[in-house]
């Protein structure tokens, strides 16, 4: 069973992501914000990490281009997860080194189908 | 042939000052110009007339419009400390007369208009020149010779043209020190507005986001207790979806300068009860006490019902979102001479000194950044106090930072006719 880290602030969002990532068969382990997500990595060994962008402190760009620097973890699938969603803001999650980017509002159906599909590849 | 002889010495006597004059004020004209500040520009005049026409002083005196004042600002040739002695009454001495009447005073000693200013001085001659700008008078340049030789006609005229060259320079600095300050106020708008509209975006997609998420799921939970939950979920995101809105159209309507008031009477014990009753699955969700006192007897105030509302929440929400989890918020209402008093006092990070006085400016958050912690639009507050003030009322901020906000707002009271 593949294990996800989903990182975001707001915990209505954490709530209906992990009831959905669940549903299809996941584990979900869960961080507020991105310095304690970083902190969880190391041992909570995800398979792919759900990242949101506007959170208290870091930003989830500047998590992810942490993990993406890091020759340990940048072989874990990035995917943004955000209500940041203009051309520029696509382009700064490719740039910091994100698989995919998922606009918030989102569907469950793509959510699932980006998670999965990021997941075979590995 | 003698008298033919001096009749040239005097031409080229004459062809030579006024060659002087006019090189003197091409200097002043091309070199003032070029000055940033005001106070090197009067600085300039009072040194170039000054030494141009052998006075031993040049002081420039302007306006204080607190004291009616005319105070030194720049000098030349006056003792240490000497400048900060002199401060002219408008309608006193020949510095006050020659800004008063706008006219040009020159006079030696014994003559009706010599009123020296400085005390305790050989002054024997001086000549007080209004410095005219396009509209009014900025100043007064004051020249004094401790000889009683009066200034001449084109001395006269010479300083006229300088103190008017000056007076340009003025305008002109000041002119565009209010325009670059526009421009800095208009740049701040326009960066608050942006971040506003980054802001409201985000404040309205998350809500958003949950609300689609816990729908979706509910369509398919057969657990009906869990489904209930995840109903009632995205209920509640729309029910704060519904605050931003409130808000963006109040703003509107403020922007718009539209605010009509319905006054009548609300009970406020009923109000703020049913006020706070809206928060309460916020306030569960946060561990959140929340304590109401309103005062026996409270006269209902005077005030439209609806906008009232929309200031109650905006100030819940607020103790709410800036309290800590555990933490208390205090409703409390009384009467206050013949206003009715309400405050709502939170346990929460508090707000900096300084930041005090700008909380309630429109679009203004104490952390606008992209990925603060605090969502909002920034328009709360500004809101709480433009209803406020047209209720006639005032809102007043107590704050601790580390331990928690007090706002406070007054409204008329309705007295009871007797």
Not at chain 1, 25 to 43: C, H, K, P
Request: aromatic fraction near 4%; proline fraction near 3%.
């Amino acid at each position: 069973m593949a294990r996800i880290l989903l990182v975001d602030d707001e915990p209505e969002i954490r709530i209906i992501t992990r009831m959905m990532l669940e549903k299809a068969g996941y584990e979900v382990v869960e961080a507020s914000n991105g310095e304690e997500g970083l902190r969880m990595l190391a041992n909570a060994k995800p398979d792919l990490i759900l990242l949101d962008v506007m959170m208290p402190g870091m930003k989830g760009w500047e998590v992810c281009e942490k993990i993406k620097a890091d020759e340990k973890l940048k072989h874990i699938p990035v995917v943004m997860f955000t209500v940041r969603t203009s051309d520029e803001d696509i382009e700064q999650s490719r740039e910091c080194g994100a698989e995919a980017h998922i606009n918030k509002p989102f569907d469950r159906k793509e959510l699932l189908e980006t998670v999965e599909r990021l997941l075979r590849k590995m | 042939m003698v008298r033919e002889k001096e009749a040239t010495q005097d031409n080229n006597d004459l062809m030579e000052k006024f060659m002087r004059d006019l090189s003197f004020l091409y200097m002043v004209t091309s070199s003032i110009h070029r000055l940033t500040r005001v106070e090197e520009v009067l600085r300039f005049l009072v040194n170039e007339v000054t030494r141009a026409l052998n006075a031993e002083i040049g002081i420039v005196y302007t306006l204080d419009t607190a004291s009616k004042r005319l105070l030194p600002v720049v000098s030349r040739g006056l003792r240490k400390g000497e400048e900060e002695k002199l401060a002219v009454k408008v309608d006193d001495s020949a510095v006050g007369r020659a800004f008063e009447e706008g006219r040009i005073i020159n006079a030696v000693a014994g003559e009706s208009d010599f009123y020296p200013t400085l005390d305790g001085m050989e002054v024997n001659s001086l000549l007080c020149v209004p410095v005219k700008g396009r509209k009014n008078i900025l100043g007064v340049l004051e020249l004094c010779r401790l000889h009683p030789l009066k200034f001449s006609l084109d001395e006269e005229r010479l300083v006229t043209v300088a103190a008017g060259q000056a007076a340009i320079a003025m305008e002109n600095i000041q002119n565009l020190e209010e325009l670059e300050k526009t421009v800095r106020e208009l740049k701040a708008v326009d960066e608050l507005k942006n971040n506003l509209l980054a802001n409201v975006s985000h404040e309205l997609r998350t809500p958003i986001t949950i609300a689609k998420g816990a729908l979706e799921l509910a369509m398919d939970e057969k657990d009906v207790k869990k489904r209930n939950g995840l109903l009632k979920m995205a209920m509640n995101a729309l029910v704060r979806q519904n605050f931003i809105v409130g808000d963006l159209i109040e703003a509107a309507n403020l922007e718009r300068g539209k605010r009509e008031l319905k006054l009548e009477e609300v009970n406020l014990a009923q109000l703020i009860t049913l006020v706070s009753d809206e928060f309460k699955p916020m306030l569960i969700k946060d561990k959140i006490k929340m304590k109401i006192s309103v005062e026996n007897c409270l006269p209902p105030a005077r005030a439209d019902n609806k906008q009232l509302r929309h200031v109650l929440r905006n100030l819940i929400s607020n103790a709410i979102k800036f309290n800590k989890e555990g933490g208390e918020i205090i409703i409390e209402a009384r009467e206050k001479g013949n206003m009715v008093e309400v405050c709502v006092s939170d346990t929460g990070i508090g707000i900096p000194e300084d930041k005090l006085d700008k909380i309630f400016e429109r679009f203004y958050q104490v952390d606008s950044s992209p990925s603060r912690r605090y969502g909002g639009t920034g328009l709360g507050l500004a809101i709480v106090k433009e209803t406020v003030e047209a209720h006639g009322g005032r809102v007043t901020v107590e704050s601790k930072l580390g331990r928690g906000s007090k706002f406070c707002f007054t409204l008329p009271a309705a007295r009871k006719e007797e």
